[in-house]
């Protein structure tokens, strides 16, 4: 899941939303790092169609990695840090 193509830019993403600030333009005078970002941010930065973009991170927060937040007519996401905790747990363990 996470050693194929997909899985590496999944990866990227995650490491990105670690401190969003320090990757993204901080619009609207926002707290990137607690309001999150979008996925037009997420699909500028990655080169790729904003479905692209909205696929990877659709897919994140269904494993309950990232966490979503509408504001408006938009969606935005940031990490949910216990969750990858738990998840890193897990995998250390063995599963």
């Known amino acids: 899941m996470m ?3 997909s ?3 999944r990866r990227t993403i995650l490491e990105w ?4 600030a320090e990757h993204f333009p901080a619009y609207l005078r926002r707290d990137l790092a ?11 930065k990655l080169g790729v169609p904003r479905r692209t973009a909205l696929a990877h991170l659709d897919f994140l927060t ?10 408006c007519c ?3 996401y940031r990490r949910d840090e216990i969750r990858i905790a738990e998840v890193a747990r897990m995998f250390e363990k063995g599963w």
Not at 17 to 20: G, N, Q, S, V
Not at 62 to 71: F, K
């Open 62 to 71: 269904r494993l309950g990695l990232l966490r979503t937040r509408r504001s």
């Open 74 to 76: 938009r969606t935005y």
């Open 34 to 44: 607690e309001t999150g970002v979008t996925a037009r941010a997420v699909a500028v």
């Open 17 to 20: 939303l670690k401190d969003p």
């Open 7 to 9: 899985g590496r830019v």
């Open 3 to 5: 050693g194929t193509p």
